[in-house]
């Protein structure tokens, strides 16, 4: 999705590659495959540097986010393609919370854009929807809600047992959100805008989204913008999705809005997120989990990892490579050139290579449509 602020627009750029566990391991190097060999014609270098964070090492080390790790990534890397966390062997899923959560809340990546796009008639669940129907962006608050961990247990394993898990949310964490949101439309021409939250349940967390949202919108009346709960909003954009072209609301909320949208634009395979602080590093991520059930055997669908890869080049200012990335994978799903969970037979490795191929030639990249 194009209009992402840039964070250096140069010449060359810095990635750290965390593949992480799973099926994070096995789509994010064809992912990196594509973009090497998209930036091969125009001769864009992308340095890439891996990171082995995950289970894996968390289970031989005890280590999860390295002592350093934040400065490291702030100060030396454009960008950060992540591909997923989560292992069984980790019930707690700790490494995830410290390493994923770790990372969205101490580089400050406030804005988790995750755009729901249909990119062929067939892939969508809902009857006689169309691709020109299902084309929005979701903006989930990334740093706040009830992600950020202040709680605890009280007469653990007691019959008096209590469980609290604080939901915070700060005028400036909602405000800077809200603000984004609307900056983006204006600047994407999109006209309309639908703030979600649900304060007739939570009135205090939820009466400042009320607050904020009001005061903000007065100062974009260019923009047709509106208020649903959030459980409307979700029946809303499964009965019409075509009303919608950006969403906001709280992280929480869009965690699980966001699964929602990609499965109607073809499930989760497909479903690509930027994890954006504006002008600084920002991590980049397929939606989609470990699906431990799946991994090891070839079969997972690499395009939203290489979507993603599109949304990363964008934010570095690359519009042209990004550009050619999305129209590889129109191709591809128009040729179905795909994965099972598409209906295809291709491996994961196969539909990477295919790509490749396509972007790789400036001959072949230049017929893409
Ligand atoms: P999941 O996204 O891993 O899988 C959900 C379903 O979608 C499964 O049926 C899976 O097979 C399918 N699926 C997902 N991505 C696919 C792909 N690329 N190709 C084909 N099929 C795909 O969610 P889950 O099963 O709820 O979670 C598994 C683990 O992943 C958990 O530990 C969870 O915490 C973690 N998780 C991590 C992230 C992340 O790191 N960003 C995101 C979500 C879940
Ligand atoms: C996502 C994931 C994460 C989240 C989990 C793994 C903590 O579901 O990125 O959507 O809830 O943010
Ligand atoms: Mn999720």
Redesign the pocket.
């Known amino acids: 999705m194009p209009g992402i602020p840039m964070r250096n627009g140069g010449p060359k750029a810095r990635i750290a590659v965390i593949p992480?566990d799973?099926?994070?391991a096995e789509?994010t190097p064809q992912a990196v495959k594509v973009l090497k060999a998209v930036c091969a014609p125009t001769q864009r270098p992308l340095e890439f540097v891996e990171f082995d964070w995950g289970a894996d090492k968390y289970l031989r080390e005890g280590v999860t986010l390295p002592p350093g790790a934040v400065e490291m990534l702030r100060d030396e890397y454009d960008a950060i393609l992540f591909g997923?966390?989560?292992?069984p062997r980790v019930p707690s899923?700790q490494h995830?919370a410290d390493i994923?959560l770790g990372l969205r809340f101490k580089l400050d990546l406030y804005v988790n854009a995750r755009p729901v796009e249909l990119l062929h008639d067939r892939l969508t669940p809902l009857r006689d929807r169309t691709e020109k129907d299902i084309r929005l962006i979701v903006f989930r608050e990334n740093t706040e809600g009830l992600y950020v961990g202040v709680g605890g247990v009280f007469k653990q394993d007691t019959p008096d047992e209590i469980a609290v898990q604080e939901d915070v949310n700060s005028r400036k964490g909602v405000e800077r959100i809200v603000r984004y949101a609307f900056e983006y439309a204006r600047r994407k021409g999109l006209k309309r805008l639908c703030m979600s939250d649900k304060s007739n349940a939570m009135p205090f967390a939820h009466g400042l989204w009320q607050r904020v949202f009001k005061e903000v919108r007065r100062e974009y009346t260019d923009i047709d913008s509106r208020h649903l709960f959030i459980d409307t909003l979700a029946m809303e954009m499964v009965r019409d999705p075509s009303q919608f072209d950006v969403v906001v609301t709280c992280n929480l909320f869009g965690d699980i809005l966001s699964d929602l949208g990609a499965q109607l634009a073809g499930?989760?395979?497909l479903a690509p997120s930027g994890n954006i602080h504006p002008g600084q590093t920002s991590l980049f991520?397929?939606?989609?989990?470990?699906?431990?059930?799946?991994a090891g055997q070839g079969?997972?669908?690499p395009l939203?990892s290489v979507l993603t890869s599109a949304m990363m080049l964008e934010f570095l200012g690359w519009r042209q490579e990004a550009e050619t990335l999305r129209r590889a994978v129109r191709a591809g799903l128009r040729e179905n050139c795909v994965?099972p969970?598409l209906g295809g037979k291709q491996s994961t490795a196969a539909v990477g290579d295919w790509l490749a191929e396509r972007v790789g030639r400036a001959d072949l990249a230049a017929q893409l449509k």
């Open positions: 992480g799973g099926i994070g789509v997923a966390l989560g292992d899923n995830a994923l499930g989760l395979g991520e397929p939606v989609h989990g470990s699906a431990p059930h799946i079969i997972a669908n939203g994965t969970d």
